[in-house]
Nanobody
């Protein structure tokens, strides 16, 4: 069994910063691409950023230049450094990972979500 555990959410004023973490643990052969999604009330879940296990990162246009995704492969952990936060960044942030429990197949896993609230 594999778990993704997120941490680091909270309440911050506009212009402030937060750092999210997501750690994968359990029966893991390898973790492929890891991602951060977010879902605001009444909206669809959207991809915020992704990072491959070789460190290639991709960002949504809405967060480019403000958010940075990084990864520690030894710890199967990703981070999302969020700077210059805006009220529209308010959402539940979810971690997603493609996990190979064996070399033969990959399973997508989701974390439980962490709330980020940005006040104006």
């Amino acid at each position: 069994q594999v778990q993704l555990v997120e941490s680091g959410g909270g309440l911050v004023q506009a212009g402030g910063s937060l750092r999210l973490s997501c750690a994968a643990s359990g029966s893991i052969f390898r973790v492929n691409t890891m991602r951060w999604f977010r879902q605001a009330p009444g909206k669809q879940r959207e991809l915020v950023a992704s990072i491959t296990n070789s460190g290639i990162a991709v960002y949504a246009d809405s967060v480019k230049g403000r958010f940075t995704i990084s990864r520690d492969n030894a710890q199967n952990t990703i981070y999302l450094q969020m700077n210059s936060l805006k009220p529209e960044d308010t959402a539940v942030y979810y971690c997603n990972a493609g996990v190979l429990p064996t070399p033969q197949y990959e399973i997508p896993y989701w974390g439980q979500g962490t709330q980020v609230t940005v006040s104006s």
